[in-house]
């Protein structure tokens, strides 16, 4: 079993920075595949990035891809999202996710943290 608790979330201008923090306990998420998710009112929950928690490779969205950056510290066993130039249509609901490397389902997801972009 893995928790997933996230943080970091909050309120900022537009070109703004934010950085999220997802603290996994259960397991080493080393073993895993953990990503950043996001929902927007009335829109669908959307990937963000990923990282494997084995190799540190990392990959994003489009929309997100030279502005946010996803890192791991296995030692704190955390994940982290450091968003930058920040835009209103990022505003949503930010999840982390994890699951195994062997499934493409997602077994653990975090209660989420909001983040409110203002023009």
């Known amino acids: 079993q893995v928790q997933l608790v996230e943080s970091g979330g909050g309120s900022v201008q537009a070109g703004g920075s934010l950085r999220l923090s997802c603290a996994a306990s259960g397991r080493t998420f080393s073993s895993y595949t953990m990503s950043w998710f996001r929902q927007a009112p009335g829109k669908d929950r959307e990937f963000v990035a990923r990282?494997?928690?084995?190799?540190?490779?990392?990959g994003y969205s489009d929309s997100v891809r030279g502005r946010f950056t996803m890192s791991g510290d296995n030692a704190k066993n955390t994940v982290y999202l450091q968003m930058n130039s920040l835009k209103p249509e990022d505003t949503a609901v930010y999840y982390c996710a994890a699951r195994r490397m062997s499934t493409v389902l997602y077994d653990y997801w975090g209660q989420g943290t909001q983040v409110t972009v203002s023009s």
């Open positions: 990282i494997n928690g084995n190799t540190g490779t990392t």
